[in-house]
């Protein structure tokens, strides 16, 4: 059985101030100026957050590996100390599930992204700029803790990938669709990615919350020529409100097979308001 789409969280980090943007922790303690260090990338500025949600599900062992990059093993359910609840409940009641490892897809729509001296803008009433990032809970040798894999990065724009192509990152062109189910309440949001297309049909329940931290994420992504880059996401929303609603997946790709194969697919909650910014670091 799978559970409806409900209230759930991003991973939040340590405590930091809701100013936290992109300047702030491109010269944090670890980190120089692109420029001055070859071992720091790009960086994005992500400015003017209209929504950001998540799907979280479970990706089967053998999917799981092949997915994960050289030095890392995918974490099983069982054994993730920062599993979503939601995906705990699953394991919990089913522990045939309990060797699956966690994943999830996350969308951002943002009024600007900005990347390698270009800036792109939707204008008021337009189409958002969308960035999408499938991602594995895995970990390393030698390492501590989870560090998650970046399996895809994509964008819902041409020129965002261009310019992303530039500074030698790998990001797939996606399509994004916002719309008004007829006749009701519902919001329809349609995304394709590859050969996956994912339809999610809801609307928010509950109050907006004032979101007391910045979300913190940390990945693992394969670039052009081999390179591996470490990717911190560091986000500032200003509130957040839970989901109800159903996700229908369609497609024969790796992204759809894994959706479809997982006995959850769990959506939300959702950020609004607020900027922050993506760094990639050698």
Known sequence: MRPASGAAGLRLGAPLALGFILATWVTAPGYSQAGSDP??????????????????????????????????????????????????????????FASWTASSICFFYLDTVSLGGRIMTARRGSKPQMISVWTLATSGQGEGGRRDVAIELSAGSAQTVRAAEAVRLRVREAESKISQVPEGTDEMHELKLGKTRLVWTGRPAGDSTPVGQPIEERWLIKGASGTIWNVRLNLAPSWTRPLVGVLRVEGKDDLAKALKASPIRFVGPRYLGGSGGLLFAR
């Open 39 to 96: 071992r720091v990338g790009p960086s994005w500025g992500l400015k003017g957050l209209r929504s950001a949600q998540c799907v979280r599900f479970l990706i089967a062992p053998g999917e799981a590996a092949r997915h994960a990059q050289a030095g890392y093993r995918p974490i099983r359910a069982d054994q993730d100390q920062s599993l979503h609840p939601a995906l705990r409940s699953v394991i919990e009641g089913q522990p045939e």
